[in-house]
Nanobody
């Protein structure tokens, strides 16, 4: 069983930055993804990274502003978020087991971390 724990969320002004972390309970063998869910909205894809960090993909809404990375030695995946906008406000989740944009392809999920961007 893989356990994922997100951290790094918080309140930030528009234009600011945050870095989210996702620590895993074991060795980081899997492709990983970040998703987000705003109130009343479906959970949506944000970014994904391959198992060896060779490939990354982003939602169009965050491309050029967010960067996903991983440190396999620390069993941790990161999401660097720059130039944040109020519409980025959501609970952010990391997920393990796929490099898909489809949330149903992921076997493991963290509990989420709240990101709030004020205007």
């Amino acid at each position: 069983q893989v356990q994922l724990v997100e951290s790094g969320g918080g309140l930030v002004q528009a234009g600011g930055s945050l870095r989210l972390s996702c620590a895993t309970s074991g060795r980081l063998w899997y492709a990983m993804g970040w998703f987000r869910q705003a109130p009343g909205q479906e959970r949506e894809f944000v970014a994904t990274i391959g198992a060896t960090a060779g490939s990354t993909y982003y939602a169009d809404s965050v491309k050029g502003r967010f960067t996903i990375s991983r440190d396999n030695a620390k069993n941790t995946v990161y999401l660097q978020m720059n130039s944040l906008k109020p519409e980025d406000t959501a609970v952010y989740y990391c997920a393990a087991g796929s490099s898909s944009r489809d949330r149903t392809d992921y076997a493991y999920w963290g509990q989420g971390t709240q990101v709030t961007v004020s205007s």
